[in-house]
């Protein structure tokens, strides 16, 4: 007997997927369009939040260097939404949130519904842009979408782990994440986007993703008692 797919499966099944894509590309590329004026505007800028201009918070991560930057981030969140597409459908057992581990796997990484998603996605720009805030004063401003990319890619990964494959994946996310802070990021890559790489940012996705995942882990085990 063939059961119906998880509720992840059916929330990350081809539709659902190319909708997010799309979406991703048409807000990039109406704020690619505003040029500078927008970019300057919506931009992470540590004067303008200490002003109060807390919309920044969010809209950095909206806003890129140029074309090419948006472009980057959209194959990077085309390969993250493949990702989950696959927890979903693999085996007809496994989900986004776990591997075969029960009905309430789908839930485990909050990423089963469009709100949820939704929900998880401001909690990762806000902490990519909380720990710039609070940990990198040095940094002034700051945009683009790859620090909560990051932090996706752990929300989708992670839950696979058991999975050789997904599991060296994640290890490669984290292994290239490191060697930007120990090694610095390449000045090809640098020349390519337009600018400097905040290496830093990454870090804060991860650990964005790391820490709802734990309180997401708890609070599931709380649930049963």
Same mark, same amino acid.
């Given at each position: 007997m063939i059961s119906e797919p998880p509720r992840a499966a059916r929330f990350f099944g081809t539709g659902c997927k190319w909708l997010a894509l799309g979406s991703a590309c048409a807000v990039f590329a109406v704020a690619c369009l505003g040029g500078d004026r927008w970019r300057l505007a919506l931009r992470y800028e540590r004067a303008a939040l200490a002003d109060g201009e807390w919309w920044r918070i969010v809209t950095a991560h909206l806003v890129h260097l140029g074309w090419v930057h948006a472009a980057l981030n959209l194959v990077g969140l085309a390969l993250c939404l493949s990702l989950a597409t696959q927890a979903g459908h693999s085996r007809g057992e496994r989900t986004l949130g776990s591997v075969a581990t029960g009905p309430s796997a789908s839930a485990s990484a909050g990423l089963d519904s469009v709100w949820s @998603?939704? $929900?998880? +996605?401001? +909690? +990762?720009? @806000? $902490?990519?842009s909380g720990g710039l805030w +609070?940990?990198?004063? $040095?940094?002034?401003?700051?945009? $683009?979408?790859?620090g909560v990319l990051y932090g996706l890619l752990v929300l989708v990964l992670w839950p696979q782990r058991r999975d050789p494959w997904m599991a060296g994946a994640l290890a490669l996310v984290l292994a290239w994440m490191a060697w930007q802070q120990i090694a610095g990021p390449m000045a090809s890559e640098e020349r390519m986007i337009g600018g400097a790489i905040v290496g830093a940012a990454h870090v804060y996705g991860v650990a964005t993703a790391l820490a709802w995942l734990a309180v997401l882990a708890l609070w599931r085990r709380l649930g049963r008692r």
């Amino acid at each position: 007997m063939i059961s119906e797919p998880p509720r992840a499966a059916r929330f990350f099944g081809t539709g659902c997927k190319w909708l997010a894509l799309g979406s991703a590309c048409a807000v990039f590329a109406v704020a690619c369009l505003g040029g500078d004026r927008w970019r300057l505007a919506l931009r992470y800028e540590r004067a303008a939040l200490a002003d109060g201009e807390w919309w920044r918070i969010v809209t950095a991560h909206l806003v890129h260097l140029g074309w090419v930057h948006a472009a980057l981030n959209l194959v990077g969140l085309a390969l993250c939404l493949s990702l989950a597409t696959q927890a979903g459908h693999s085996r007809g057992e496994r989900t986004l949130g776990s591997v075969a581990t029960g009905p309430s796997a789908s839930a485990s990484a909050g990423l089963d519904s469009v709100w949820s @998603a939704l $929900g998880v +996605l401001i +909690l +990762l720009m @806000a $902490g990519v842009s909380g720990g710039l805030w +609070l940990f990198s004063p $040095g940094i002034g401003h700051y945009v $683009g979408f790859s620090g909560v990319l990051y932090g996706l890619l752990v929300l989708v990964l992670w839950p696979q782990r058991r999975d050789p494959w997904m599991a060296g994946a994640l290890a490669l996310v984290l292994a290239w994440m490191a060697w930007q802070q120990i090694a610095g990021p390449m000045a090809s890559e640098e020349r390519m986007i337009g600018g400097a790489i905040v290496g830093a940012a990454h870090v804060y996705g991860v650990a964005t993703a790391l820490a709802w995942l734990a309180v997401l882990a708890l609070w599931r085990r709380l649930g049963r008692r």
